[in-house]
């Protein structure tokens, strides 16, 4: 039965017959339509999508809403996300995770994905930010070498996740191969804490958290596969352990660290956005706190202040805000430490200032112990 069910969604996903054969404009095919599009009037901009851990250039506070055209191009491409280490990653503009998004509450989101042919598969794009059945999901399958443009209304305010969601096992599958993102959605106001007040960042950096699934060959070396499909059976073998291989932030081992670290100034306010498409995660930013933390991503509720270690639920988006205080280099991670420094979930921030010796200095330098 699961080699079966597994055969299907292969055949499913090659074929294409789960999208349908025609072209179709408007809603859910079957049901009546009882309001019509209503932002006509509405000026239209361009967000260029930027790769992750960046922020899209967008506007904290506005006054009037908007039509943001996004175009996310799907690629199967392979990545070497450790040295001799490889996989097959399914993506959103080349990258895992896919890139950020930012609108504010009453703007329409106007997109366009594109699947070329190039890739092997059918994929579509699920938006936890956007109501209506299954986030989109039936309305942009696309095979290779088609593209769809669908419309969404912004109407609730926080940080969301997308992901591909073609079917069956072809959804975790998807997932767990990089197939994800995120998306924020600010108070047209912006940001406001516990009593009110405004809050505003300087920079924004976006962590996406993923969970690969890497098969193994008898000596216990990894295997390198020729397509995505060929590797499919091998790694659903490994999702059904629950034992992730590697837990990345964006999609290659240690890919902010070192020389890659994010860059901060002492006295900038910094919001962090993180995903996790398909796992929990428990941030911690060692050295720093959570000034300002949203744990379930929804900014119409108060953030909670002053946080050591937060929770980001699977299928979830959370955001943090902390202004840094002392230069230095902060190793931001998730608390279950296994996980942080065997597996991969970690990531630097190299922050340039002076040192302030009123809140933390050393005081002997070591040296023998005095008897």
Known sequence: MRKLTIALAITLSL?????????????????????????????????????????????????????????????EKEVEISPGVFMWQMTFNGTAPGPMIVAHVGDYIELTLV??????????VDFHAFTGAMGGGALTEVPPGQEVTVRFKATKA??????????????????????????????KEGLKDSEGQQITYDKAFYIGGQDFYLPKDDQGKYKRYPSPIVGM????????????????????????TGENALKAKVGETVMIVHSQANRQAY???I??????????????????????????????????????????TYA?????????????????????GKWNNDLQEQLVAPKPIQK
């Open 158 to 187: 926080g940080t969301f996740i997308y992901h591909c969601a073609p079917g069956g096992v072809m959804i975790p599958w998807h997932v767990v191969s990089g197939m994800n993102g995120a998306i924020t959605i600010l108070p």
């Open 283 to 285: 941030p911690h930013l």
């Open 233 to 256: 059976a091998d790694t659903l073998a490994v999702m059904q352990t629950l034992q992730p291989t590697h837990l990345p932030f964006n999609g290659v081992m240690n890919a902010m």
């Open 15 to 75: 074929t294409g017959t789960v999208v349908a054969n025609e072209s179709t404009t408007g809603g859910l095919k079957g049901f009546e339509v009882s309001e019509q599009f209503k932002g006509q009037a509405l000026k239209r901009i361009v967000q260029k999508m930027v790769a992750p851990p960046n922020f899209p250039i967008h506007q904290q506070v506005v006054t009037e809403n908007k039509i943001v055209q996004v175009k996310l191009v799907i690629e």
């Open 115 to 124: 699947n070329p042919t190039s890739n092997t598969l059918v994929h579509n």
């Open 332 to 352: 931001y991670v998730s608390h279950n430490l296994i996980e942080a420094i065997i597996l991969g979930s970690v990531l630097h921030f190299k922050v340039e």
């Open 287 to 328: 050295g720093g706190h959570g000034d300002y933390v949203w744990q379930t991503g929804s900014f119409s509720d108060a953030p909670n202040s002053n946080l050591e270690t937060w929770s980001i639920a699977a299928g979830a988006a959370g955001a943090a805000i902390y202004t840094f205080k002392q230069p230095g």
